[in-house]
C-alpha cells in the first residue's frame, strides 16, 4: 500500500511539473493523504506561502464534516469512496460514523463492504463490537469484509467470539475468512 501512495505522489508531482503549475495540488495532496493506510500528515506549505485551504484540506474535523455531508449524497459511489478515504490508520473519531454506514441495512453493498474495510484500517478495537454485529448481517460480502476486519483487530480474548461465528457461517469464502482472523487472533496476546 506505501508503493502505491509514494506511486500517486509521484505521479501527481511530474503530471504537475509537466503543466507547469510546480507542485501538487491542495486537493490532491488531501485525496492522497487521506487514501490508503497512512495516516494524514501535516505538510507544510512551500516557504513564504499562508495556503489556508491546504491547512483546511488536513484539518481532521474538515474532514469528519465533508464526509457527513457526502453520505447524504445520492451516489453510492461517492459515498463509498467518502467511507475509505475517511478509514485511515488511527483515525479514531471515525468509528462511530463508519460503523452506522456498516449497519444501515438501506446502504448499498459496495458502500456498506467499504464500511468494513475501513473499520479495519482504522485499527481500534472500539470497532470490534459493530464487526462483530456485521458477521451476521444477510450479505456475505459485508460479512466477509467484517471478518477481515476483525482479522487485523482482534486479540486472543476475542477467539471465541469468531469461533462461534465460523461455525454458523455457510458461506466458503466468509468461512476462510473467518479460520484466518482466527488464527490471527489467537497469534496475539
Known amino acids: 500500500m506505501r508503493k502505491a501512495w509514494l506511486f500517486g505522489v509521484l505521479l501527481l508531482s511530474a503530471q504537475a511539473a509537466a503543466a507547469g503549475t ?13 487514501a490508503g ?12 506561502t499562508t495556503d489556508e485551504s ?3 484540506a488536513l484539518s481532521p474535523a474538515q474532514s469528519l464534516g465533508g464526509f ?3 453520505l447524504r449524497e445520492p451516489d453510492p459511489r461517492g459515498r463509498g469512496e467518502a467511507v475509505e478515504a475517511i478509514g485511515y490508520r488511527g483515525n479514531f ?11 444501515r441495512l438501506d446502504e448499498t453493498l459496495f458502500v ?14 472500539r470497532a470490534w463490537s459493530f464487526l462483530l454485529r456485521a458477521l451476521k448481517d444477510r450479505q456475505p460480502q459485508v460479512r466477509l469484509a467484517s471478518a477481515m476486519a476483525l482479522g487485523r483487530l482482534m486479540r486472543r480474548r476475542g ?14 469464502g466468509v468461512r476462510a475468512a473467518l479460520s484466518w482472523a482466527l488464527s490471527e487472533a489467537q497469534d496475539r496476546p
Do not use: K, N, T
Open 22 to 34: 510546480g507542485g501538487i495540488g491542495h486537493r490532491d495532496l488531501s485525496l492522497l493523504l487521506h
Open 112 to 125: 456498506r463492504v467499504a464500511a468494513a474495510q475501513a473499520l479495519g484500517r482504522i485499527g481500534d478495537r
Open 37 to 48: 493506510e497512512l495516516p494524514p500528515i501535516a505538510a507544510a506549505p512551500a516557504a513564504g
Open 93 to 103: 473519531a471515525a468509528i462511530p460514523y463508519v460503523s452506522a454506514v456498516l449497519l
Open 159 to 172: 477467539a471465541g467470539s469468531l469461533a462461534r461465528a465460523l461455525g454458523a457461517e455457510r458461506d466458503a
Open 68 to 70: 457527513l455531508a457526502v
Open 54 to 56: 491546504l491547512r483546511d
